[in-house]
């Protein structure tokens, strides 16, 4: 072990808890966040999003799938982390993705432009004053965090709307000056309520700034940037490169964002240990690489439940955990070494998710979700399989039941029966498997949180075969030759 490997492995690691989908029960939570604590974490990331009891007029923040957590369950959620030494570092977006907040009738006129229900107008006090209250709920209830994340990723159409577009129209005025000058109020009001509270932010929307740009604004000394780069082949030279451009406008003190889960794809359902433990990997090269004058605070390791609160849900947590507890190791110590491999073994049965046979075969304790875990990866392989995906392009169909034959309802019934026997043994498989999964998902999550994977992953790979059966049903019974139901 060399002295590069230090700076990633001696400073923060903060699981991010990304709860605008699929958030779990509380007793899962809880159960998490002692996982969480064994495998080496120090901290969370908590975005609560609508899960958040907002009070007073922001009451219509809180979610109406499942209800949010109780004041209680907030006290509680701290209480299990601060037991293990977790800090907890809520986010709170002021910017960009607001959905959550926009989509809102009432809030409406707050949008930058109509049809981005994400980014906020930042010209109007009314939208400035509805961050600001969101902020104080939220830090009003965790009193005894020293930092929050005020997010400001991502703020697409910025300067699209007709108020930012009359304030461009101003010799000299850019929309990088737009978006500092609003997140500067956000954190100067913070600043004035909370002078000791550390502010963080991403990173994303300084990138293309010049030194100067930033500099001049007044944004330094009042936020932390955290870089995001969640790349299994991250560019190492340009990340660091873009750390020494924010240490010489004299941001010195900076975050790093790496992904255990939650951004491969927008429709991920299994988490691939490796891509992510690459990600980590390219990290550590960044911060064995960095000047002495950058403060690295420490690294989140992100684990999207959703890109945005309007797109589907990404991997549930069991599925990623192998691979969470993979990357912590790995910052741990330095590399991923037989010394970590060994300890992750030990924690949850595997490394690697989709390897099933070790996920079943455990003898000790499981990990909280491994039966869930194992479930979502058997049936991912049944509804991903060849025999399920191409039905439609088998000899049979394409051959003896295709759209001529259907609309011309004249079919070979012999054939036909043999289709329908052949997708009622892939929809039964499949049946099966889905009730399995659902008795044990409600034990994790809620209904509505189950009802919203299935339809999402469950239902647009079997609705085809469903069809094909309808039709064979209705064509069987034209030509007099049906008699039993097909459920």
């Keep these: 072990m060399t002295d590069m490997d230090q700076p990633l492995r001696s400073c923060k690691k903060i699981v ?25 974490a120090n901290g969370l990331l908590i975005e609560y999003e609508d899960m958040f009891p907002y009070e007073g007029e922001l009451k219509v923040l809180q979610s109406t799938t499942q209800p949010p957590y109780s004041r209680e369950e907030i006290v509680s959620i701290q209480n299990a982390a601060s037991s ?18 926009l989509k809102h009738k009432v809030f409406r006129e707050l949008r930058e432009v109509d049809y981005c229900l994400g980014t906020l107008n930042p010209h109007r006090d009314a939208g400035l004053r509805l961050v600001q209250e969101m902020l104080q709920q939220v830090m009003k209830l965790h009193p005894k965090s020293t930092s929050l994340h005020i997010g400001a990723d991502e703020v697409f159409m910025l300067g699209h709307g007709d108020e930012s577009k009359h304030w461009l129209d101003i010799p000299g005025r850019s929309i ?13 009001g913070v600043q004035k309520s909370a002078p000791n509270l550390n502010l963080i932010m991403w990173d994303d929307m300084l990138r293309s700034m010049t030194p100067g740009t930033i500099k001049e ?24 490169m873009l750390m020494e451009r924010y240490k010489s406008v004299g941001m ?5 964002a790496s992904s255990f889960k939650g951004s491969t794809t927008v429709h991920t359902c299994v988490t691939s240990t490796q891509r992510h433990l690459d990600n980590h990997l390219q990290w550590l090269k960044v911060a064995s690489s960095l000047s002495a004058g950058i403060e690295l605070q420490g690294i989140a390791l992100t684990g999207w439940q959703r890109y945005d609160h309007l797109s589907s849900l990404c991997e549930l947590m ?48 499981s990990f909280a979700g ?14 991903e399989s060849a025999e399920l995906r191409h039905f439609q392009d088998n000899m049979f169909v394409r051959g003896w039941f295709t759209p001529y034959h259907r609309q011309k309802k004249t079919v070979s019934p012999l054939i036909a029966q043999q289709i ?11 049946e099966s498997q889905v009730r399995e999964l659902r008795r044990e998902m409600r034990l994790l999550y809620s209904d509505s949180t189950v009802q919203e994977w299935v339809d999402q992953y469950v239902t647009p790979a079997v609705e085809p075969l469903q069809i094909l059966l309808r039709d064979i049903e209705t064509v069987l019974n034209e030509m007099g030759l049906y008699t039993e139901s097909i459920s």
Excluded: N
């Design 420 to 430: 329908e026997t052949q997708a009622k043994i892939i929809l039964d498989a499949v």
């Design 176 to 188: 990088h000056q737009l978006f500092l000058s609003h997140v500067i109020k956000v954190a100067k």
């Design 370 to 383: 491994a039966k869930l875990a194992e479930l979502i990866v058997k049936l991912m392989s049944l509804l």
């Design 252 to 256: 010195s003190q900076q975050w790093a």
């Design 16 to 40: 991010h808890l990304d709860l605008k989908g699929a958030p779990p029960r509380i007793g899962y939570l809880t159960e998490l966040i002692q996982l969480f604590a064994d495998l080496g």
């Design 318 to 365: 069991p599925v990623g955990l192998p691979s969470l507890a993979s990357c912590l190791q790995t910052l741990l110590h330095g590399r991923f070494t037989e010394e970590a491999q060994k300890k992750v073994v030990e924690t949850l049965g595997t490394v690697d998710v989709e390897d099933t046979e070790r996920l079943s075969s455990r003898t000790s304790s």
């Design 84 to 101: 293990r030494g977790l800090e907890i570092i809520p986010l709170v977006q002021t910017f960009g993705h607001l959905e959550f907040v």
């Design 217 to 240: 604004s007044g944004l330094v000394g009042l936020v932390q940037p955290m870089l995001w780069d969640y790349s299994p082949t991250l560019d190492v030279e340009s990340t660091v």
